[in-house]
């Protein structure tokens, strides 16, 4: 099983970057619904959609777990944090220190907090591809669209984007083949600025208080 959250952890924060990503998108005026309609998803082989089911299935086993993360942004600068997650619905990323910022989902939203900036952004969980990874059943096809798979070296690289808007950015995995296990993942956003993160220390299976996932205090609508 620990191969399993070595896949999952990562992803994590890679769609919440891709969650922030949306929020922007949205705030400037919606989805791109033309785009949408002109994505193309990449053409697998047979043997394609079998490794796609199979980092599918890996996905599907992973339920609870916490890790430590670095995260190298496009300007070369690191950042280390903690992620929390408990499916369905459920996770927390906390930067360390320095970094004032602070993300937790619950509640089908998405809560961005910048304790230096005394800002609190709140994102409906549906609208972002964070919706992927804790929904009941993950799927890579359900609201995003792989536009590319590569198998190559002992690799595996599946990219992809949100179906309803394209533009607002990419995720691309690679997995180690053997054992299947994420090797590494970037985020491309809208504006082509791409980040890395990459995990250590990680526990699958942790007990996680419910108290984690308390959302922060949010403006009033």
């Known amino acids: 099983m620990i191969r399993v959250f070595r896949a999952v952890a990562p992803l994590c924060a890679g769609l919440l970057l891709l969650a922030g990503a949306a929020h ?8 791109d619904t033309a785009a949408a309609s002109t994505v193309q998803p990449a053409r697998l082989s047979a043997a394609d959609k079998v490794w796609v089911a199979r980092i599918e299935q890996e996905l599907n086993h992973a339920l609870t777990f916490k890790a430590r993360i670095q995260q190298i942004d496009a300007e070369g600068k690191r950042t280390t944090g903690t992620v929390w997650m408990k499916r369905p619905g459920q996770m927390r990323l906390a930067y360390d220190p320095p970094s004032p910022l602070l993300l937790v989902a619950n509640q089908g939203k998405v809560v961005f907090r910048d304790s230096q900036l005394d800002q609190t952004t709140v994102i409906p969980m549906d609208r972002t591809p964070l919706g992927l990874l804790l929904a009941q059943h993950v799927s890579l ?43 590494s993942w970037s985020v491309l956003d809208a504006q082509g600025h791409e980040t890395r993160v990459t995990l250590f220390d990680v526990h699958p299976g942790a007990d996680i208080p419910a108290s984690t996932f308390d959302l922060p205090a949010q403006p009033e609508e």
């Open 141 to 183: 096809s359900d609201g995003v669209t792989l536009t590319a798979f590569r198998h190559e070296a002992g690799l595996l690289a599946v990219k992809l984007v949100r179906t309803a808007s394209p533009g607002d950015g990419s995720l691309t995995l690679v997995f180690y083949e053997t054992p299947l296990a994420l090797r």
């Open 24 to 31: 922007a998108q949205d705030a400037e005026g919606g989805a």
